[in-house]
């Protein structure tokens, strides 16, 4: 379940970036932070589950920074 969560928000991820690189608007940029955000929260998780708890925790850190510049992002846009 987890590795289909992480493949699922890596495209969407990509898309958006790749959207953004290529037409030069990024109106979609918070949409990209915020599923980068659920992917960093996913693999977070995984280490947890392989028992690497100093990973799992710098990741789960680093979602909930990428969860507050887009949900900013959102807000201010």
Do not use: P
């Not at 590795?3 to 959207?19: R, T």
């Not at 960093?40 to 990428?66: D, N, T």
């Amino acid at each position: 379940m987890l590795i289909i969560l992480h493949i699922i928000f890596s495209v969407v991820a990509i898309s958006f970036a790749a959207y953004g690189l290529i037409t030069n608007n990024f109106e979609f940029q918070h949409y990209m932070t915020f599923f980068l955000g659920l992917l960093m929260l996913v693999m977070g998780i995984q280490e947890f589950k392989k028992e690497r708890k100093v990973y799992g925790w710098l990741l789960v850190v680093v979602f909930l920074f990428l969860l507050f510049v887009s949900i900013q992002g959102f807000l201010l846009s």
